[in-house]
Nanobody, 118 residues
Framework: QVQVVESGGGSVQAGGSLRLSCICF????????VGWFRQAPGKERESVGF????????SYADSMKGRVTISRDDAANTVWLQMNSLKPEDTAVYYC???????????WGQGTQVTVSS
């Protein structure tokens, strides 16, 4: 049974940073593309970015480009989302998902809340 668990969310002031973690249990993370998503209250879920199987290819949403970095350590079965220069509009529940390719995610975490105050 594959399970994905996010952690690292919290409350920060605008301009602050957070590092979210995504750990995969039950399978080898190196087999999967890993995507990060977020959903703000009253809004649809949107992509933050994803990292390819090798870790070489990364793609980020325009809204966060330059402020986020996704990295992975397959030996630790972990992917991180480093977020800097956070803004109040970044407030959302952040989710990690894994799958065979971008756009095809089979397992999702429960989400971790990020709150940015002005």
């Amino acid at each position: 049974q594959v399970q994905v668990v996010e952690s690292g969310g919290g409350s920060v002031q605008a301009g602050g940073s957070l590092r979210l973690s995504c750990i995969c249990f039950g399978d080898t993370l190196s087999n999967f593309v890993v995507g990060w998503f977020r959903q703000a209250p009253g809004k649809e879920r949107e992509s933050v970015g994803f990292i390819g199987v090798s870790g070489i290819f990364k793609s980020y949403a325009d809204s966060m480009k330059g402020r986020v970095t996704i990295s992975r350590d397959d030996a630790a079965n972990t992917v991180w989302l480093q977020m800097n220069s956070l803004k109040p509009e970044d407030t959302a529940v952040y989710y990690c998902a894994i799958g065979p390719r971008n756009g095809e995610y089979d397992w999702w975490g429960q989400g971790t809340q990020v709150t940015v105050s002005s």
